[in-house]
């Protein structure tokens, strides 16, 4: 919870989301993986574990009024203070507002290199 919403969830896993103000069921959101609570901006990360990447993707913004912000399938959104997130999509990872529109970007740390990767573990 933060100051002006609370999630709730069974767990079966379908999620609500109340307003402390009113008390109202503001959205409600199927199964998820986790839920990440700022005090802006609630993330719902509703994808699996890519074990290719090793990252979870997949993830549902929703901002203090209940208003779904960004949705992805495919993408991975991490949590800042403010209205901002650290979102990586497709070949690039920058800072976006909270629909998902970039600030800034850059293309993943890999991608950028001009040598080949030799990965030191194997």
Known sequence: MNSHV???GPADGNN???S???GKVL???GHSYGVLITDEYIVINSGGFNPN???SCGAYI???NGNVRYMTEGS???VTHGEYI???RGPYIGIADLNGEWIVKSLSWNLSRDEIYVDPWG
Request: aromatic share 0%; glycine share 4%.
């Open 6 to 8: 609370v999630v709730l």
């Open 16 to 18: 609500q989301v109340i």
């Open 20 to 22: 402390l103000d009113t």
């Open 27 to 29: 959205c409600s959101i």
């Open 53 to 55: 990447t090793g990252i």
């Open 62 to 64: 929703i901002d203090n």
């Open 76 to 78: 991975t959104v991490s």
């Open 86 to 88: 650290i979102l990586r």
